[in-house]
């Protein structure tokens, strides 16, 4: 089962204690990002407008609000932007999600922001970036990561389509973990020289980074530059997923010879399987491999290779995998206020993360955010405000 964790909402704890974040409500890659700096400890403001925008998620249920207080501000309207720069005036850091040319239209951009606080760290969260031909124009994670080859790169078949990895690898690994790395770096050196700047984070740069190793494999000749060939990408047939009895999936890993052998020995065809680097017979060696996979259930086969050196797993859906015993005794899930999610990460020794509080709803943090970050502009106007069409 899920651990519980549950703290005050003043319990604020995490290596980013006291660092004081302005948020500017989006989707996607932005606020998983700010998510993240929150669960680290920052105090994370969300600037949500009258009306909100988003996915149509119930933002009872939008994980990637925990940890954060939420104000409504009209940046539209008279008054708004300034509110803004009264908070930017107090914060570390602002993150912002629009598309170039956005922001400063609503008064917000880096310069009038750091013209309020030269130490701010500004960070820019878009798929094309702040430049280039393709910056102006809508998208999403899915041609992003196209246009970087990564996309092109994911499948099982060369002669099949890619295979689509959710919003995974464009949205949060090259956008919002980049995003963060980079505005931490700056926050360093903002505090050693007093001194803000823009970070440009972009889905498609932080995409191809993450394919470093991979086009130096192709530059030696190591990686051929097509899906489902190579070691890494499901072309090997110690390196993929394999169909059980009862139609559930098992995957394997065992690239070096001591797993492979391990691997083999276990699923029972040691005897049958050629040499790991007998390139030649991997199409024999995956028909064997399927074949003696599909004579036990799932989780028969996690029995046999459970705490072994095999490398070999089962496949869990997204409602299984909290239960799993390893990730249930390192609590990887927590639950809080009903939501079973997943734990901050990564973990410290001495200031520890946490889910502190549930996501939170647009504007209900208000009073509370006027008060602790003395900004009285917050509430300026307590007439409700209609939203925009």
């Known amino acids: 089962m899920a651990a519980t964790t549950a703290t005050t909402r003043n319990a604020r704890s995490g290596p980013l204690t006291g660092v004081r974040v302005v948020e500017l409500a989006g989707i996607g890659p932005g606020p998983f990002a700010a998510m993240l700096l929150a669960d680290l400890g920052a105090d994370v403001v969300r600037i949500d407008r009258p009306g909100g925008a988003g996915l149509g998620i119930d933002p009872e249920y939008d994980l990637t609000n925990r940890n954060k207080r939420s104000v409504l501000v009209d940046l539209k309207a008279d008054g708004g932007p ?7 005036d107090r914060a570390d850091i602002l993150i912002e999600g629009y598309r170039p040319g956005v922001a400063e239209r609503l008064g917000v951009g880096p310069d009038a922001c750091l013209a309020r606080n030269p130490k701010l760290v500004y960070g820019r969260m ?3 970036g702040q430049d280039g031909p393709l910056a102006t124009t809508a998208g999403h994670d899915i041609a992003y990561i196209a246009i970087t080859g990564t996309l092109g790169m994911i499948g099982p078949d060369p002669a099949g389509p890619p295979t689509v990895p959710a919003n995974l690898v464009g949205d949060y690994a090259g956008g919002s973990l980049y995003l963060v790395v980079g505005v931490l770096a700056a926050l360093q050196h903002a505090r050693a020289h007093g001194e803000g700047q823009v970070v440009d984070a972009a889905i498609v740069d932080g995409t191809a980074h993450l394919a470093s190793m991979i086009h130096g494999m192709l530059a030696s000749g190591g990686w051929q530059d097509r899906r489902g060939s190579n070691l890494l990408d499901g072309g090997c047939p110690f390196y993929g997923t394999y169909e059980t009895s009862d139609g559930q999936y098992m995957a394997v890993g065992a690239l070096e010879q001591q797993f492979y052998d391990e691997f083999t020995r276990l699923l029972g065809i040691e005897d049958l399987a050629p040499a790991r680097r007998d390139f030649g017979r991997w199409d024999e060696l995956r028909t064997t491999v399927a074949a003696r996979f599909r004579t036990r259930t799932r989780e028969e086969w996690t029995a046999v290779f459970e705490g072994t050196d095999a490398c070999v797993a089962p496949v869990l859906s997204l409602r299984e995998a909290p239960a799993h015993p390893h990730l249930a005794a390192r609590a990887t899930f927590v639950e809080h206020g009903g939501l079973t999610q997943p734990a901050p990460a990564p973990r410290f ?6 889910v502190r509080t549930g ?3 647009p504007g209900a943090d208000t009073d509370e955010v006027a008060r602790d970050w003395a900004v009285p502009s917050l509430i300026r106007d307590e007439a409700p405000q209609e939203p925009e069409a």
């Open 82 to 88: 300034e509110t803004v720069l009264d908070l930017v």
């Open 126 to 128: 878009t798929g094309w």
């Open 349 to 354: 020794s001495v200031t520890p993360g946490a």
């Open 359 to 361: 996501p939170a709803t």
